[in-house]
């Protein structure tokens, strides 16, 4: 045998050796999120970090913000596999998700009680996700029918009103117009002899910059996300409450899911725990500085008078009655069974109010162990969300 020969011999040998002992490539997960920037983008990017360590770098997560799907096309890309994770919010597609979207319809009774004012989320991100988990089966049937697996939340902070004039009574609601994010809120609305205008949130910097709308109704974190501290004049931080926590902000393509091993079920879940937390801390930090951002600009930052607290209150109490009935009505579902589930749904609540009043919450890795230790760790991931 020649050297030449012999010394490509040896090159190839000593290739197919290096070859054989690389691991194999990472899978990549396309992680859609219907998000230009902020909390649910930082969020994502921490989930992502999660996949790969939790997973040993056998799966990762590529983000495409506001490119892949946006919010009404999310729960048709992750059923399709367009995206394999989405940032999914269920109220985008009401019919799939009845038994879900009640439970977030259920976030006004937060305004109920200031024992953990400014946590508000923390808490309702823990009823969300152990009443979806753990005690509602139709719930886990309707990400069943789509194609998908929960497995995490979304919930926002405590909703206030950004408004062009100044309204923190009776006599100055009455007659506005006021946009809302939901069924509670157009209630609410139509209680105040005001008049609920529905409009999605980025047509909202308009319609209150031309005085289309008087009002709306959100997060502080709107403030910066879609630039509205540019038009708000005043904003009323105790009315009307309750939150948006209608969706799943790491649901997974089931197709994909069920191709998992349990390690990598159980590395998923973990990851889900991260992105709950994240997503519900960051939000509430970012809603305390852009309350902040807007004192600072001189916008009018008040509170209701006694007559409109107590009347907000007072609908408050009689419309969480009414929620289930108005599901069983809208859907044609068993009204007793949605009263049970609702029943459920502000135990947890209550419960969950109690948890976080207890925990020493102060960052995003103290909120995840909360949730992992009360809901996730319950969980057998070789079991949830089963094959057909």
Same mark, same amino acid.
């Given at each position: 045998?020649?050297?030449?020969?012999?010394? *490509?011999?040896?090159?190839?040998?000593?290739?197919?050796?290096?070859?054989? &002992?690389?691991?194999?490539?990472?899978?990549?997960?396309?992680?859609?999120?219907?998000?230009?920037?902020?909390?649910?983008?930082?969020?994502?990017?921490?989930?992502?970090?999660?996949?790969? #360590?939790?997973?040993?770098?056998? /799966?990762?997560?590529? !983000?495409?913000?506001?490119?892949?799907?946006? /919010?009404?096309?999310?729960? #048709?890309?992750?059923?399709?596999?367009?995206?394999?994770?989405?940032?999914?919010?269920?109220?985008?597609?009401?019919?799939?998700?009845?038994?879900?979207?009640?439970?977030?319809?259920?976030?006004? &009774?937060?305004?109920?009680?200031?024992?953990? #004012?400014?946590? #508000?989320?923390?808490?309702?991100?823990?009823?969300? !996700?152990?009443?979806?988990?753990?005690?509602?089966?139709?719930?886990?049937?309707?990400? =069943?029918? =789509?194609?998908?697996?929960?497995?995490?939340?979304?919930?926002?902070?405590?909703?206030?009103?950004?408004?062009?004039?100044?309204?923190?009574?009776?006599?100055? &609601?009455?007659? +506005?117009?006021?946009?809302?994010?939901?069924?509670?809120? *157009?209630?609410?609305?139509?209680?105040?002899? *005001?008049?609920?205008?529905?409009?999605?949130?980025?047509?909202?910097?308009?319609?209150?910059?031309?005085?289309? &709308?008087?009002?709306?109704?959100?997060?502080?974190?709107?403030?910066?996300?879609?630039?509205?501290?540019?038009?708000?004049? =005043?904003?009323?931080?105790?009315?009307?409450?309750?939150?948006? @926590?209608?969706?799943?902000?790491?649901?997974? =393509?089931?197709? +994909?899911?069920?191709?998992?091993?349990?390690?990598? $079920?159980?590395?998923?879940?973990?990851?889900? @725990?991260?992105?709950?937390?994240?997503?519900?801390?960051?939000?509430?930090?970012?809603?305390? *500085?852009?309350?902040?951002?807007?004192?600072?600009?001189?916008?009018?930052?008040?509170?209701?008078?006694?007559?409109?607290?107590?009347?907000?209150?007072?609908?408050?109490? +009689?419309?969480?009655?009414?929620?289930?009935?108005?599901?069983?009505?809208?859907?044609?579902?068993?009204?007793?069974?949605? $009263?049970?589930?609702?029943?459920?749904?502000?135990? !947890?609540?209550?419960?969950?109010?109690?948890?976080? @009043?207890?925990?020493?919450?102060?960052?995003?890795?103290? !909120?995840?162990?909360?949730?992992?230790?009360?809901?996730?760790?319950?969980?057998?991931?070789?079991?949830?969300?089963?094959? $057909?």
């Amino acid at each position: 045998m020649s050297t030449r020969k012999y010394l *490509a011999g040896l090159l190839g040998a000593a290739t197919l050796a290096a070859f054989s &002992v690389q691991p194999a490539a990472a899978d990549t997960f396309r992680f859609a999120l219907g998000f230009p920037s902020g909390a649910p983008i930082e969020a994502g990017k921490k989930y992502a970090e999660a996949v790969k #360590e939790y997973t040993n770098n056998r /799966h990762r997560v590529r !983000l495409f913000e506001l490119s892949l799907l946006n /919010h009404s096309e999310m729960s #048709e890309g992750i059923n399709k596999g367009l995206a394999d994770i989405g940032y999914l919010l269920t109220a985008y597609s009401p019919s799939d998700y009845p038994f879900s979207n009640m439970g977030a319809d259920l976030s006004m &009774v937060t305004a109920l009680s200031n024992n953990i #004012e400014g946590q #508000e989320g923390y808490a309702y991100s823990g009823a969300m !996700l152990e009443y979806i988990m753990l005690n509602c089966e139709e719930c886990q049937e309707e990400f =069943n029918k =789509n194609n998908q697996v929960y497995t995490s939340v979304v919930s926002t902070p405590a909703y206030v009103m950004f408004c062009n004039d100044p309204i923190d009574s009776l006599a100055s &609601v009455k007659g +506005k117009r006021l946009r809302i994010s939901g069924a509670p809120w *157009a209630r609410w609305a139509r209680a105040f002899e *005001a008049q609920p205008v529905a409009l999605p949130v980025g047509e909202i910097y308009e319609a209150l910059s031309q005085g289309v &709308v008087d009002c709306t109704f959100l997060s502080p974190t709107e403030l910066t996300n879609f630039n509205l501290i540019e038009v708000v004049r =005043n904003i009323t931080t105790d009315v009307p409450g309750g939150l948006y @926590a209608a969706g799943g902000s790491s649901t997974l =393509n089931k197709t +994909k899911w069920d191709a998992f091993s349990g390690e990598d $079920k159980e590395a998923f879940l973990k990851a889900g @725990a991260v992105m709950a937390a994240q997503i519900t801390y960051l939000y509430q930090e970012q809603a305390t *500085a852009d309350l902040e951002k807007a004192r600072a600009r001189g916008i009018n930052i008040i509170q209701s008078q006694p007559d409109m607290l107590e009347k907000s209150r007072e609908f408050i109490k +009689k419309d969480l009655e009414y929620v289930p009935q108005f599901y069983a009505d809208e859907y044609k579902l068993d009204v007793n069974r949605l $009263k049970e589930l609702s029943a459920t749904m502000l135990g !947890l609540i209550e419960k969950w109010e109690g948890i976080i @009043a207890k925990a020493d919450i102060k960052s995003a890795d103290d !909120l995840r162990d909360v949730y992992w230790e009360e809901v996730y760790s319950k969980i057998d991931p070789s079991q949830y969300s089963p094959k $057909k």
